[in-house]
Each structure stands twice: as structure tokens, then as C-alpha cells.
């Protein structure tokens, strides 16, 4: 279980990283007060609806990476180099350098 433990100590600290920094910046951005705030359910669904979109979306470029990995899928020139594979790669995971 060591590893699965490690794992969960990873994906727990990325987590609180990422969450605390949202937290913060949002509060500075907005004026503070979330607790206050009116209209969390909209909000919620409009972010639920972007998680949706950005789940498709990913899935999508993902999808269009591996078909043009496929030699035989891949017959409008020649095949994908290491270089724009990690190009590709970078677009898909690095949105900012800040992440």
C-alpha cells in the first residue's frame, strides 16, 4: 500500500497547492467575503458546464494525437516527429507557466 499511500500524498498536496492559491487569488480578485456571496448554486452550474467542456475538449485533442500517432491513420504527409509530439503535449497540458 506504500505506493498507493505515496500516490495519495502526491495528488493531496498538488490539491491543496492548487486550492489555496484559487482560494486566494479569487478573494483578492472579487473583494473577499465568498461566504457572503450571492448566487453560488449559478455559479457552481456554470463551472460544472465548463468542467464538462474542458473534459470534452481534452479528450478531443488527446484523441487527435493518437490518431496521428497511428502510421496508418496518418496519410496526409509524413509521420508526426518527437518534436510536435511534445509541441502538442505542451499546448494540451501547460496552459500558463504559473501552473
Given at each position: 500500500?506504500?505506493?498507493a499511500r505515496d500516490h495519495l500524498r502526491r495528488i493531496l498536496a498538488w490539491a491543496a497547492?492548487?486550492?489555496v492559491r484559487k482560494y486566494l487569488a479569487g478573494q483578492q480578485a472579487h473583494g473577499g467575503r465568498l461566504a457572503d456571496k450571492p448566487?453560488?448554486?449559478r455559479n457552481l452550474?456554470?463551472?460544472v458546464l465548463d468542467l464538462v467542456v474542458y473534459t470534452q475538449t481534452l479528450e478531443e485533442?488527446?484523441?487527435a494525437l493518437l490518431s496521428d500517432l497511428e502510421p496508418d491513420r496518418r496519410s496526409d504527409?509524413?509521420?508526426i516527429s518527437i518534436?510536435?509530439?511534445r509541441g502538442?503535449?505542451?499546448r494540451i497540458v501547460i496552459a500558463r507557466e504559473s501552473d
Open positions: 500500500m506504500t505506493a497547492r492548487k486550492l448566487g453560488m448554486l452550474t456554470d463551472e485533442q488527446l484523441r504527409g509524413p509521420p518534436a510536435e509530439i502538442r503535449l505542451r
